[in-house]
């Protein structure tokens, strides 16, 4: 089967696709043909190991799997004795949030792992790009108490993670004030943001306006400098660690005197993110946001254009397809 490879921590350029042994499979695994997945911030991360922490996750020295990978939607060609939940001709979709060998024809997986039917009428492409970023997008809001009608600041909304979050909180009636670039001013309208700041032509932090939460989807910015945003009990969220890795120590200080806190979104109970995004894409309440699709063969192109930070939503590999 054809499948990217790279042997050790690499950059993009380094990341080649070669033929290589279809995975055997182990009696409580399935085999997946794999149609579509995609690459996203996860991704550069287990490819590069960079920031340094990952390597306790995907493998201190060398990686763990030489195929790297995230994420897949693909269908079920071949299931071990002991398999009950699944079975052949099955359309299914999944995510390992430190590595899975998915950017590959075929993948063998524990039935046991954060995988799920695909919702009828979903395609391969929309199922893989609903996974990573909509996972923890929706890892932000399971952190809070959202009510309909509260106000929201999302930093970073054309982005994966941002793109998925507004079409969340909109579910929850939430009234969201939505920051991208020009050229996504559109589309974050079409999602339904209630109002749109193009941050090319005005600082987002400089606004009048005072919000429950602001939540900060490409960590980009501080609490520090988004605090006068707050409501007297509002709620700063970042995707980052911070500039000085200060998030997590926010977290962990600023509850203690009653006001204005942060919050540091641990994104776990990936199951819990699928059953929750397979309902809002059975609904239509949820569509991702998809930038480029790429074939497999030049998955080394996709990686590159995904580390320039300049991606609108997703980036899907289509395998397959």
Known sequence: ????????????????????????????????????????????AVLTARPFIMRFFTGLFKPKFAIPGTDFAGEVVAVGQDVTK??????????KDDGLPTQAEYLAVAEDRAIARIPAKIDYHTAAASLE???????FLNKVKLAAG??????????????AMLQFLKHFGVRVTAVCNTKNVALIQKLGADTVIDYQKEDF????????????????????????LLKDKGIYISSELGPKAQNPFLALL???????????????????????????????EFKPVIDRTYPLDKIADAYAYVMTGEKTGNVVIGVRS
């Not at 970023?133 to 890892?139: I, K, L, P, S």
């Not at 509260?150 to 793109?163: E, F, K, M, T």
């Open 133 to 139: 970023a909509a996972h923890y997008a929706y890892n």
């Open 86 to 95: 699944f079975a052949v001709g099955d359309r299914l979709f999944g995510f």
């Open 1 to 44: 089967m054809k499948a990217a490879f790279r042997d050790r921590y690499c950059n993009p350029e380094a990341l080649t696709v070669r033929e290589v042994e279809k995975p055997s499979l182990r009696e409580n695994e399935i085999l997946v043909r794999v149609h579509a997945t995609t690459v996203n911030r996860t991704d550069c």
């Open 254 to 284: 600023t509850p203690l005197f009653g006001g204005k806190k942060v919050i540091f979104p641990l994104p776990v109970d990936i199951p819990r993110s699928i059953k929750f995004i397979s309902d809002l894409l059975e609904t239509g």
């Open 205 to 228: 932090t400089q606004i009048k306006d005072k919000f429950d939460f602001v939540f900060d989807a490409v960590g980009k910015s501080t609490f520090r400098k988004c605090k006068p």
């Open 150 to 163: 509260q106000d929201v600041l999302v930093n970073g909304a054309s982005g994966g993670i941002g793109s």
